[in-house]
């Protein structure tokens, strides 16, 4: 049964799960406080050589398995992976991509990780949801960053060559909501484990998996705070059940479950970190595990602008092709502009990933957030151009002879990703957290409406002492400079914009907490606007 909890406990919870320090500098913090640290992501991280290599081999063999043995129709139509393309798909070493060398995976960079990704989603959307679910989310980047070593030698090899993996969170009452958790783990009498109970909804691989990660929320105790722990599970424990194989909209392919689990045991050794830890094991999960989304996205926006380039050159009404008109034109425009943007934002992000001497969780998540909004745009506006075409089904239009182009396929697939791996209304919530956190850190106790009058009399000191010395910083900067950025040649104005628009930015959030203060986070349109603004300008 779910906890029954009230928005200050909930917000709580999330709270608890964060990150709490900032250890690393980070270009989407200074972003939105006006410090526009280019030289954070500029040059970008130079990519380790024999990486590259390796990660090209990988893409070359993926593609040739991809068009010599995989039918994307086929999936669509039968709504399900077949056994050999995921056999296929072990065989290569897609499973352990990410996983190290040393615990028998491939080892590829964050950045051909994602590449594969994309183009693995390019062929269908199933395949990059089965791949992403299992290492971005599943058992292998929580162990990565979170296992002891005994459990990265017992599962990494296991979840590297052909256990499959996924992910238990949601569970019918919980959705963006954590704190709502229902399953539990109880602590056995002898201590050695514990038994989970409850039930898991819409596990993405949840019905062939080998492995889970799983959250349960173990009970307070004398001897333990408790809380929400994630454990590793493996399936074949008595107790644990496939109830049922959801069907969605659209990724028909996937093997998405809900999971019934009673009484099962579980070893204390297979609980990833500390009790309590689990959701702080998710988000950390996520800061990385995020990028995936946008991989798929930027897959389908350069599909896109090839399909929308060959299409509109081909058909001919009114006496031209239709990608000389000037509206058609400008959706091309559109989709090429997006594909560009969308493939530098993961890029980078994805150096950053592999980099390690930044804190890239705002990028990362504003890199979810922008792709996946403008990766609906981009299907919808593709649909527009193919017109007929774009809403008749692939294997309709190969049946009457024409090319099999699935954007209406695409379409059913990407509206998924404004929901999955946190909402837009949840990503603008998260970013903005992140966005004003040095705003708490110095004047939190001020907002806050609990605090006591003498904490706040002495938070307001320290509060003054910072904001007279960061909001005068706000006035001037190197966008007022007509000469400044000129390495960067025609981009120099652009740069300059962005610069000058940071500190705009960063002087409304400040007029905005001073106010609202408290009731600053009700208001979530003008929250939304400032980190959508702050999207746009990464
Ligand atoms: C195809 C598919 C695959 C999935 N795969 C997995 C998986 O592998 N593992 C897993 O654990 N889960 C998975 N999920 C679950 C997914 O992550 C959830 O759907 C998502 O977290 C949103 O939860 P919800 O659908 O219950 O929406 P709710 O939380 O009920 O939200 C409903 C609406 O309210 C909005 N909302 C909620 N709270 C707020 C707030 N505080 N402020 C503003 N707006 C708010 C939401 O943005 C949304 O628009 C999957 C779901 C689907 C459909």
Redesign the pocket.
């Known amino acids: 049964m779910a906890t029954q909890v009230t928005?200050k406990e909930?917000r709580q919870v999330a709270e608890d799960a964060r990150e709490q320090d900032w250890k690393l500098p980070s270009f989407g913090k200074g972003l939105f406080m006006g410090d526009y640290r280019l030289d954070l992501i500029h040059p970008q991280p130079k990519l380790d050589a024999e990486k590259v290599e390796k990660g090209e081999r990988f893409l070359a063999t993926l593609r040739a398995f991809l068009q010599e043995k995989v039918d994307p129709l086929q999936i669509e139509r039968d709504a399900r992976i077949p056994d050999e393309v995921l056999d296929g798909l072990k065989e290569m070493g897609a499973l352990g991509m990410k996983v190290p060398e040393e615990y028998g995976g491939l080892g590829l960079s964050q950045v051909h990780y994602n590449q594969a990704l994309m183009v693995a989603g390019v062929w269908h959307a199933s395949l990059s949801?089965l791949l992403s679910?299992h290492q971005s989310?599943?058992v292998a980047e929580p162990l990565m960053l979170f296992g002891s070593e005994q459990q990265k030698r017992e599962w990494l090899p296991k979840v590297a060559y052909d256990h499959v993996s996924?992910?238990?969170?949601?569970?019918p009452d919980?959705?963006?909501?954590p704190a709502r958790m229902g399953a539990t783990a109880t602590p056995t009498e002898d201590g050695k484990g514990y038994t989970i109970t409850g039930q898991?909804?819409?596990?993405?691989?949840?019905a062939i998996a080998d492995v889970v990660v799983i959250?349960a929320k173990v009970p307070k105790s004398e001897r333990s705070k408790g809380g929400i722990s994630a454990f590793v599970l493996p399936c074949d424990s008595e107790g644990v059940t496939v109830l049922h194989r959801?069907a969605?909209m659209?990724?028909r392919g996937?093997e998405?479950s809900v999971t019934g689990l009673e009484d099962v045991y579980v070893p204390a050794v297979n609980r990833i970190g500390k009790e309590g830890d689990g959701l702080k094991v998710a988000l950390t999960t996520l800061n990385t595990g995020r990028l995936a989304l946008p991989a798929i996205c930027l897959g389908v926006a350069k599909w896109g602008t090839k399909v929308a380039r060959e299409f509109a050159s081909e058909r001919v009404q009114w006496g031209q092709p239709v990608g000389r008109h000037d509206a058609v034109a400008q959706k091309i425009a559109f989709i090429a502009g997006t594909a560009f943007g969308l493939e530098a934002m993961l890029d980078v992000c994805s150096r950053l990933a592999e980099d390690k001497k930044n804190d890239f969780r705002i990028e990362a998540a504003i890199a979810k957030l922008y792709a996946s909004e403008l990766g609906w745009q981009v299907t919808d506006e593709l649909m527009q151009i193919r017109g007929g075409r774009g809403y008749e089904t692939a294997e309709s239009l190969k049946a009457r002879g024409e090319k099999a182009v699935p954007v209406e396929q695409v379409m059913r697939d990407m509206r998924?990703n404004r929901?999955?791996?946190?909402?837009?209304?949840?990503m603008?919530?998260l970013i903005a957290r992140e966005a004003v956190d040095r705003h708490l850190q110095v004047a939190g106790d001020i907002l806050d409406p609990d605090t006591e009058i003498k904490d706040k009399a002495r938070s307001a000191v320290a509060a003054g002492a910072f904001y007279g010395k960061w909001l005068p910083q706000l006035a001037v900067g190197k966008g007022r400079d007509p000469r400044s950025f000129d390495e960067f040649g025609d981009l120099a104005k652009h740069l300059r914009f962005a610069e000058r628009s940071s500190r705009k930015l960063a002087r409304s959030t400040f007029y905005g907490m001073s106010r609202w203060q408290a009731a600053l986070e009700k208001r979530?349109a003008w929250l939304g606007r400032i980190v959508d603004i702050g999207a746009e300008l990464f």
Do not use: C, P, R
Not at 419 to 426: K, L, N, V
């Open positions: 928005e909930a949801t679910a989310i599943g996924a992910f238990l969170l949601t569970e919980v959705g963006s909501d898991k909804l819409w596990a993405t691989n949840g959250m959801n969605f659209g990724l996937i998405n998924i929901i999955f791996e946190g909402s837009t209304e949840i603008h919530l979530q």
